[in-house]
């Protein structure tokens, strides 16, 4: 539990560092001053290119520009007023700073290791077919295999992987020392 702190103590600043930094990086232009909160023109392209990649449809006008500016004015301006009120030192905060840390620290532990399933992992004709069948022979309406083998293909790689992370996951715990009191555990 302690270790978790630590983390926390590293992890909230680190998270609040861009809503209060004052520094310019590469002496990026100045493009906006909220409240002594300096926006420089790096950082304002820097979220520009990450909302045009969550947003294919967003198209990158003056006007647009303007609006996405306003949004980041307006964001600034409740954080600042959120830390003013010391909402970010609440213990509600900080859970859920915490459950989101674990969530994704676990989300890149399983891609990491999901890779590294991938590289090792081969699916022959013969496992492809055989799952073919299997589909086929519970009910259901397949096309012939010659028209789906791609789709087969990544539905079985999917399965392998899937079934690897959970033998990996089945080891660490096999693997690992753990000792639960029951007594407490089924105390009302």
């Not at 909160?37 to 947003?55: H, I, N, P, R």
């Not at 293909?153 to 080891?171: G, N, P």
Request: aromatic letters at 6%; glycine letters at 4%.
């Amino acid at each position: 539990m302690k270790i978790r702190f630590i983390y926390l103590a590293v992890l909230i600043p680190v998270l609040l560092l861009p809503a209060c930094s004052q520094s310019r990086p590469d002496n990026s232009p100045i493009i906006a001053d909220i409240n002594g909160y300096k926006l420089t023109q790096a950082d304002f392209l820097g979220q520009l290119k990450a909302e045009v990649e969550f947003d294919r449809d967003f198209k990158v006008t003056r006007q647009a520009k303007q609006e996405f500016l306003e949004q980041i004015i307006r964001r600034e301006l409740l954080i600042q007023e959120a830390q003013r009120l010391r909402l970010d030192r609440q213990p509600k905060f900080v859970r859920a700073i915490e459950r989101y840390w674990e969530s994704t620290l676990i989300r890149d532990l399983l891609e990491l290791k999901g890779e590294q399933i991938d590289q090792t992992l081969v699916i022959s004709q013969t496992d492809a077919r055989a799952h073919y069948e299997q589909l086929k022979g519970a009910g259901g309406h397949l096309p012939p295999l010659t028209e789906v083998p791609d789709g087969i293909m990544v539905e079985l790689k999917e399965k392998k992987r899937a079934q690897a992370l959970d033998q990996w996951v089945a080891q660490l715990r096999q693997n690992a020392t753990v000792t639960i009191d029951e007594d407490k555990l089924f105390k009302d």
